[in-house]
Nanobody, 124 residues
């Protein structure tokens, strides 16, 4: 199970850190991702981190968002800075259990487990 938290209301230019706590003993082997869904739009990829520290970002957030993980705490984080109103969305964390996957998982179909989502609202 995945439990996302940390969402809230923030002004444009501000920062917010999302957390996603996972249960289970295989967390360290999973590739973890963050997706978001804005009102009336499809869910889109935000960032992913492999079991080590390799990361990949959507172009819209690169340089502003940082994904990280603490395997000892079974937690993945998304540090968001320089937030813009267009970052307003429900943010979801997800887990890809295929430890053998060499590529970055950017498609929703790559992820088997999803958190419940946490709402981020950026005011202008």
């Amino acid at each position: 199970q995945l439990q996302a938290s940390g969402g809230g209301l923030v002004q444009a230019g501000g920062s917010l850190r999302l957390s996603c706590a996972a249960s289970g003993r295989s967390f360290s082997t999973y590739q973890m991702g963050w997706f978001r869904q804005a009102p009336g739009q499809e869910r889109e990829f935000v960032a992913t981190i492999k079991s080590g520290t390799s990361t990949y970002y959507a172009s819209s957030v690169k340089g502003r968002f940082t994904i990280s993980r603490d395997n000892a705490k079974n937690t993945v984080y998304l540090q968001m800075s320089s937030l813009k109103p267009e970052d307003t969305a429900v943010y979801y964390c997800a887990a890809d259990p295929r430890w053998y996957r060499a590529s970055y998982s950017t498609a929703q179909s790559a992820y088997d487990y999803w958190g419940q989502g946490t709402l981020v609202t950026v005011s202008s």
